[in-house]
Every structure is written in C-alpha cells, then in structure tokens.
C-alpha cells in the first residue's frame, strides 16, 4: 500500500506540474519484459497484475484532455523480439481498459541496423 501511495503521489505532483506545458504524456515507458526481469518494477513493487493499468487510468482522471502513450524501444529494429511482445502487451492493455491514445516506436540505431522496407511493415 505504501508503494501505490508513494506512486500515486507521485502522479498527481507530476502531472499536476507539467498539465500546462505537456500535450503527450509517455505513462508507463519500456514495459515490454524483454530482456525478461529487467522491466518488472511497477508489478515487482506493488504485487498488482493490473497496477499498469490503473497507472494509466490515474494519469487521464489527473490530465484528461493530454494524449497519453504506450511507448517501447526496441520496437522498429525487433530487438530481442520485442515487436511481437509489444504487440500482445498493446492488445492486453486494451482489452483491460487501459487509456491510451497512441502508441510509440522508439529503437536506437547504428547506420548499419537501419531496413526502412522493415521499418515501414512495422509501422504499417
């Protein structure tokens, strides 16, 4: 309990800090597990399979006239298979009620990783 408190808090001083400057807010950044137990923290913390999700539903009760994101690196270059994963966790999210507007594709690249036929099917 003291742990969903302390992020809670920590939501509403956010957002409450940033509502008039923040148009796009990223809720929950790099939730993908991938490598496994390295994105674990929320779910370690509060021993709660939906915390993401009521993270999410804080966040657009605190600002809900901003555009609120899932994001995940790794997605455009499918680094460690995360495209799939990332996938799965969007439609998951969904289907519990989680409130998001968009979706982001964050990777970080070397010009030598760089497909843009694979990039587009990915986007696409």
């Given at each position: 309990e003291d742990f969903t408190e302390a992020?809670?808090?920590?939501?509403?001083?956010?957002?409450?800090?940033a509502a008039p400057y923040a148009l796009h807010w990223d809720?929950?950044?790099?939730?993908?597990?991938?490598?496994?137990?390295?994105?674990?923290?929320y779910l370690d913390h509060s021993q709660d399979p939906d915390f993401r999700i009521k993270i999410f539903k804080r966040v657009k009760e605190l600002i809900p006239n901003t555009t609120l994101f899932l994001n995940d690196y790794g997605i455009l270059d499918n680094r460690y298979n995360r495209f799939n994963m990332y996938l799965d966790q969007i439609r998951d999210l969904q289907e519990r009620g989680a409130?998001?507007?968009?979706?982001?594709?964050?990777?970080?690249?070397?010009?030598?990783?760089?497909?843009?036929?694979y990039f587009k099917y990915v986007v696409e």
């Open positions: 992020v809670y808090n920590r939501l509403k001083f956010a957002t409450k800090w809720v929950d950044n790099e939730m993908v597990d991938q490598p496994a137990g390295e994105h674990t923290f409130p998001f507007d968009a979706i982001g594709l964050q990777s970080h690249l070397g010009a030598s990783r760089v497909d843009p036929e």
